[in-house]
């Protein structure tokens, strides 16, 4: 069955310092993938995506994720966090074989502290 | 580009009445729109899929006489809870979708959300 983990509730890191929210995801076929933000009370942003081609992607607001195959895994990376960079954090995917039915994981909260 | 907005973003109404939440796309022709349930601390829950000029469909659970769900034009769609209960407060999410982003590696344009609750 398809389905997305964030394996971490909660993410706690000092500003400055680098930052690491996890996925790993199991599908059937070919994975689009997409990592999106939420704000308190605010819809979802969009972050990037990864859908063929080079395995590290950027986005927006310095992020990045690398996609890794072999792991099943799509962790969202920022090399120097930011207070401001404190949200809610979704990863979600799409399955080529499930008639591109979109997933979503549970979410993790990102706490940067000053 | 791809405005959505989603009006309230906050409402109390009493038990037994119905609420309205609309969802707009303001700069784009929105042929489809999600509608999104999120529980605290969960992720989205879909709720519902709707295309404009047709029916809804519903995922499953979901109570289609009890979340009715208009899509008239390419710019609006409603999403009306209808006999309210405390039950279902929480967090409503539309996003849309345009015809130019028909492709499934497009992401999704989202409102802000409202935040219902039931007393």
């Known amino acids: 069955a398809q389905s997305v983990a964030q394996p971490e509730d909660q993410v706690n890191v000092a500003e400055g310092n680098p930052l690491t929210v996890k996925c790993t995801y199991s599908v059937s076929g070919n994975p689009y993938l997409f990592w999106y933000v939420q704000y308190p009370n605010r819809g979802l942003q969009f972050l990037l995506k990864y859908i063929t081609g080079d395995n590290l992607v950027k986005g927006s607001y310095g992020f990045e994720a690398e996609f890794n195959k072999s792991q099943t895994s799509f962790h969202l990376k920022k090399p120097s966090a930011l207070v401001s960079d404190s949200a809610l954090y979704f990863c979600a995917v799409r399955d080529s074989d499930s008639n591109y039915q979109l997933i979503w994981g549970a979410g993790t909260k990102l706490i940067i502290k000053p | 580009g791809a405005v959505v907005s989603q009006h309230p973003s906050w409402v109390i109404c009493k038990s037994g009445t119905s609420v309205k939440i609309e969802c707009r796309s303001l700069d784009f022709q929105a042929t489809t729109m999600f509608w999104y349930r999120q529980f605290p601390k969960q992720s989205l829950m879909l709720m519902a899929t709707?295309?404009?000029?047709?029916?809804?469909?519903?995922e499953q659970g979901v109570e289609k006489d009890k979340f009715l769900i208009n899509h008239a034009s390419l710019t609006l769609s409603t999403l009306t809870v209808t006999s309210a209960h405390p039950e279902d407060s929480s967090f409503y999410i539309c996003?849309?979708?345009?015809?130019?982003?028909?492709?499934?590696?497009?992401?999704?344009?989202f409102g802000n959300g409202t935040r219902l609750t039931v007393t």
């Open positions: 996003s849309a979708r345009t015809h130019r982003d028909s492709s499934w590696d497009s992401p999704l344009h």
């Open positions: 709707s295309n404009e000029g047709s029916k809804a469909t519903y």
